[in-house]
């Protein structure tokens, strides 16, 4: 069992072609990911069932458990093809949408091939194009037109994006590819599916349907309707992704970073892992260092008490992979070290109703601080006790004991948790053993310390966090 480093914060990385090789593979997990993202908006099948094969052979080689996340494409909602290509829109000009691929009759007519844009916006909505560089206004609507006056000027060219932050489209999170995509990562036998486009909590419900348990579904947070829906909508996910460039575009930038703790706290009070994503550390694409802002973004994040954070285009592919990896796990490790980090979280530390549950999985982070303890020992089937102690954000690691492969991996995103694959024992005074002597070999205690030992009785059934010890290793 390698224990890379002492930060609680996880990253996630995505796999493009500057780190898809066994070798990169390796460096970037031993610099510090914990989990690797395979982008299937970009690569083929045969790319991501490769950097698949790689990452699993790695977990053997190095006796470790390693995370894999499947981000599914979604919607791209785009203009068709203009006349001649490119189109430069003036402030105050009137211009036309038609319903269809192919350019329109006038140099203003932009086709939109998407029929439920046509059934949902209304006179007074905005269309953001192009990731908002030009916006323009609702004026008129008709069945296959939509007639609009551009309010910030720019240049648009072919099958650009088109943004629609004040409408809810009548549209599936998931497209065929989306589907085909998502039954070939689930017999991959990827541990986490993060969910594009989600509009409303109605949508995670048909997702679920589709991935059921056999993996752990990330709803990402994109879109501005789903903030309306957003503690339904993080009860039905096992974990949330703040996905702010979708959401940069949509809301104004100055909402960003207060909707950011917002969600962050929600994901807290429902004990579900939060990654905060997109342009964190963005001009390491091209230099080996960040600029000051981007640090203090990550920071940022760590502060709010994010569970993990991620990198895109960084590590996908960036000039220096690695040397990315290292700096984020650097600024994560000085912001967890510095003399504002613990009353921080101390102050936003969500209320929850004490359930037994709950209560024992606070009780153990009080117990353990108390006593100055340098580990918490938590068996759990399902992740939920590991869940539980980590909200509570102690200072110290939390070591999850499961007997499955699967909830090892899932808890590679989850703040402060250090995972070891072990079989059940049979009795209460075996599994004290067991904790004692993974505390020993993972070194994250010492003969003559203290630990806490969590676990639910019966042995091996979901949920049932009721057990609290306290026992001295030996």
């Known amino acids: ?81 203009l006349q001649k290509g490119r189109l430069d829109l003036h402030k105050g000009t009137d211009i036309r949408f038609l319903c269809g691929t192919q350019p329109g009759a006038g140099v203003l007519d932009i086709p939109l091939p998407h029929r439920e844009i046509f059934a949902a916006v209304k006179p007074g909505d905005y269309l953001l194009i192009d990731d908002g560089r030009v916006r323009v206004r609702v004026t008129g609507v008709g069945p296959d037109v939509i007639d609009a006056v551009v309010v910030v000027s720019g240049v648009i060219s072919d099958r650009k994006g088109v943004n629609l932050p004040g409408s809810v489209l009548d549209i599936s999170p998931l497209t065929p590819k989306d589907r085909k995509d998502l039954e070939f990562g689930l017999e991959l036998g990827v541990d986490w599916v993060a969910l594009s486009f989600v509009q409303t909590a109605r949508d995670m419900i048909e997702a679920r349907s589709l991935v059921s348990d056999r993996a752990g579904l990330i709803a990402k947070i994109e879109k501005p309707s789903a903030l309306d829906e957003i503690d339904e909508i993080v009860r039905l996910s096992d974990a949330v992704m703040v996905a702010r460039g979708d959401l940069g575009v949509e809301i104004p930038p100055e909402d960003v970073p207060g909707r950011q703790k917002e969600l962050i706290r929600a994901c807290r009070m429902a004990a579900k892992p939060v990654i905060v994503a997109t342009q ?195």
């Open 1 to 81: 069992m390698i224990l890379r480093t002492n930060r609680r914060a996880k990253i996630v990385a995505t796999v493009g072609p500057a780190c898809s090789s066994p070798s990169m593979l390796k460096a970037m997990f031993l610099a510090g990911v914990d989990t690797f993202r395979l982008n299937f908006s970009h690569g083929s099948k045969d790319d991501h069932a490769a950097v698949y094969r790689n990452i699993r052979s790695l977990d053997r080689e190095l006796g470790t458990s390693i995370g894999i996340l499947q981000d599914l494409q979604g919607p791209k909602i785009r203009i068709g093809v």
């Open 280 to 474: 964190m550390l963005d001009s390491m694409v091209n230099s080996p260092t960040p600029t000051r802002a981007e640090a203090s973004d990550v920071a940022g994040a760590i502060y709010d008490g994010a569970d993990a954070v991620m990198l895109s285009a960084e590590s996908a592919t960036g000039a220096f992979p690695v040397e990315t990896v290292e700096m984020m796990s650097r600024i994560i490790e000085k912001t967890e070290k510095h003399k504002l980090y613990r009353p921080i979280l101390a102050a936003t530390e969500p209320k929850i109703r004490q359930t037994p549950p709950h209560a024992v999985a606070s009780a153990a982070a009080e117990v353990a601080i108390s006593l100055n303890a340098p580990a918490i020992v938590a068996f759990t089937v399902s992740g939920t006790t590991a869940a539980r102690i980590s909200r509570a954000r102690p200072p110290l690691p939390i070591l999850a004991l499961t007997p499955s492969d699967k909830t090892a991996h899932q808890l590679g995103i989850m703040w402060g948790v250090v995972t070891i694959v072990s079989s059940n024992d049979d009795t209460y005074e075996l599994s004290v053993e067991r904790a004692k002597q993974a505390a020993l070999e993972t070194r994250l205690a010492a003969a003559g310390e203290h630990i806490v030992v969590v676990t639910g009785f019966p042995f091996a059934t979901p949920g049932s966090t009721n057990n609290l010890r306290v026992t001295e290793v030996v």
